[in-house]
Structures are given as C-alpha cells and as structure tokens.
C-alpha cells in the first residue's frame, strides 16, 4: 500500500544554512512515528514540512498523492499541536471549538456546541468549559488545543514538543491524552525529548541530526544501537 506521507527529497536552509539535508521519509497510515534528535537538528523544521507550514526548497512531501504546497493544501487533513498552546484568549474553553468548527467546517451551533461538549469530555475539560484561557493550568491548556486540533477530524496529527513547557505532572496529563489518541487509527508524529514519552508512543523512531535521519527504527532497536552519537545522546537525556 502507499504510504500515507512520503517526504522525497526535501532540503530546506535558512539564510544559506542547510537545516533538512535530501530528507527522505514514507509513513504509512496509522504509523506513530516519534523523532528526536539534538537541538537545531531540523526537527521541527521536518515536521513544519509535513504540513505546509514551511516552503521546501527542493524535493517534495505528498499526503495520500497530493503535494503539499501551503496549509491550504492540506487544510483540516493534517492538525498539529505546538509547545505553545496558540489558544484564543478571548473565547471561553467550549469556544475555542466552537467557533473554528462553525467557520472552518461550516457546521451548525448547536452540532458544533455537542461535538465541543464531547471532545472536552475525552480531554477530561468538561467541567472548564465556561472558563477562558488565561485560567487553566498548562496542562489543561494543551488538552484543550488537543481538542481543538482533533475538532477537525483530522487523519494526520503532528505533535512539536507539546509537553515540554509543561511540569512533569501536567506534562503527564498530557502525555496520558496523546496516548489515549495514539490507540487510534490516526496517523501521529510526535517531536519529544522526554523518552518515557517515547517508548510508550512510538512504532518507529527517528533520530534526526544535522538534517538528516541517522537511525530510522524501532524504540528497542535505539536503545541497543551502537551508533556513538546515538549513545551520547541517550546518555544525555537520561542523566
Ligand atoms: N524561520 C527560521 N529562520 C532562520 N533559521 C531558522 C528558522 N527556523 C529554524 N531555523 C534554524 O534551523 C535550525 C533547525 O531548527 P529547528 O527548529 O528545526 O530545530 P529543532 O531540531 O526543532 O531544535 P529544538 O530541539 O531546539 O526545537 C536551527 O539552527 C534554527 O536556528
Ligand atoms: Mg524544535
């Protein structure tokens, strides 16, 4: 079967830097493909590719045939979720999906309003529905642009660090959502440094360094890798 994304190719620099190095990549449907990789190695910069949030400069990323070219391409196909909530301050918890449900998809208020009520209730926010923003905990925070992002319906869903603002409790209420998510079909990718994360998420993971995949494996096979850099790294995280 075709895989779901194939990445062919990609380079991408900044200002005459190379930060993604001929990147190429197939992730098939259902895959939950964890990359990490020093700091500066690309990572979000692969992932901003994925979804057209970052112009390739050569090669080309396609999702089920259809070149990614901007957002618009793969609008409502592809959610990601950043370390930043990026929440609408001035919308109450429910609102937040509400109000992209009824403009980007077009669906009624009161569909809209049951398909929020349900989606808090898988992110356990129920309750802080009538609150804004600025008053939940970081955690809640996060679930809600979880939501917000599953809202969407989308097939693909792409995670840059999302825990790592958050303290280890609340980076674990988090953690606890995306893996209740990663039992689903959904095709997930998930930028993460913390490898307990990791190791209960993934089905394959990437080690990115200097824009380019130096390990392509599964969580085990990492860990047992006998590549040096791979090991100082590992070494390092885990300290
Ligand atoms: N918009 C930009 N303009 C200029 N340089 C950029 C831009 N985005 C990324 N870079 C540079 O590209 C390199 C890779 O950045 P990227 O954010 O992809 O790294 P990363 O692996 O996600 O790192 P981290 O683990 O710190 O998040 C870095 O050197 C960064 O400074
Ligand atoms: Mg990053």
Redesign the pocket.
Do not use: W
């Given at each position: 079967m075709d895989p779901l994304i194939r990445v062919e190719n990609i380079s991408k620099s900044f200002g005459g830097t190379p930060v993604l190095k001929e990147i190429r990549l197939d992730i098939r449907r259902g895959e939950k493909l964890a990359v990490i990789g020093p700091?500066g190695s690309g990572?979000?910069t692969l992932i901003r590719c994925l979804n057209g949030l970052e112009n390739v400069d050569s090669g080309t990323v396609t999702i089920d045939g259809i070149l990614v070219e901007s957002t618009r391409s793969v609008a409502g196909r592809v959610g990601m979720v950043f370390q930043q909530f990026n929440l609408f301050p001035h919308y109450s918890v429910l609102n937040n999906i509400v109000r992209p449900l009824m403009t980007v998809k077009k669906v009624g208020r009161d569909d809209a309003a049951a398909m929020a009520r349900s989606l808090l209730e898988k992110v356990r926010l129920a309750e802080q529905k009538d609150q804004y923003p600025g008053t939940l905990s970081g955690g809640q925070q996060q679930r809600l642009a979880i939501a917000r992002s599953l809202s969407m319906a989308p097939d693909i869903m792409l995670f840059?660090?999302p825990t790592s603002s958050l303290d280890p409790e609340l980076a674990f209420e988090v953690f606890e959502t995306i893996q209740h998510l990663a039992s689903s079909r959904m095709t997930m990718v998930l930028?993460s440094h913390q490898m307990n994360m990791v190791k209960g998420f993934a089905t394959r993971v990437l080690f990115l360094e200097k824009g380019i995949i130096s390990f392509d494996g599964s969580f085990d096979a990492l860990i047992g890798s006998s590549d040096d850099r791979i090991q100082r790294f590992l070494r390092k995280i885990y300290q």
């Amino acid at each position: 079967m075709d895989p779901l994304i194939r990445v062919e190719n990609i380079s991408k620099s900044f200002g005459g830097t190379p930060v993604l190095k001929e990147i190429r990549l197939d992730i098939r449907r259902g895959e939950k493909l964890a990359v990490i990789g020093p700091s500066g190695s690309g990572k979000s910069t692969l992932i901003r590719c994925l979804n057209g949030l970052e112009n390739v400069d050569s090669g080309t990323v396609t999702i089920d045939g259809i070149l990614v070219e901007s957002t618009r391409s793969v609008a409502g196909r592809v959610g990601m979720v950043f370390q930043q909530f990026n929440l609408f301050p001035h919308y109450s918890v429910l609102n937040n999906i509400v109000r992209p449900l009824m403009t980007v998809k077009k669906v009624g208020r009161d569909d809209a309003a049951a398909m929020a009520r349900s989606l808090l209730e898988k992110v356990r926010l129920a309750e802080q529905k009538d609150q804004y923003p600025g008053t939940l905990s970081g955690g809640q925070q996060q679930r809600l642009a979880i939501a917000r992002s599953l809202s969407m319906a989308p097939d693909i869903m792409l995670f840059d660090e999302p825990t790592s603002s958050l303290d280890p409790e609340l980076a674990f209420e988090v953690f606890e959502t995306i893996q209740h998510l990663a039992s689903s079909r959904m095709t997930m990718v998930l930028v993460s440094h913390q490898m307990n994360m990791v190791k209960g998420f993934a089905t394959r993971v990437l080690f990115l360094e200097k824009g380019i995949i130096s390990f392509d494996g599964s969580f085990d096979a990492l860990i047992g890798s006998s590549d040096d850099r791979i090991q100082r790294f590992l070494r390092k995280i885990y300290q």
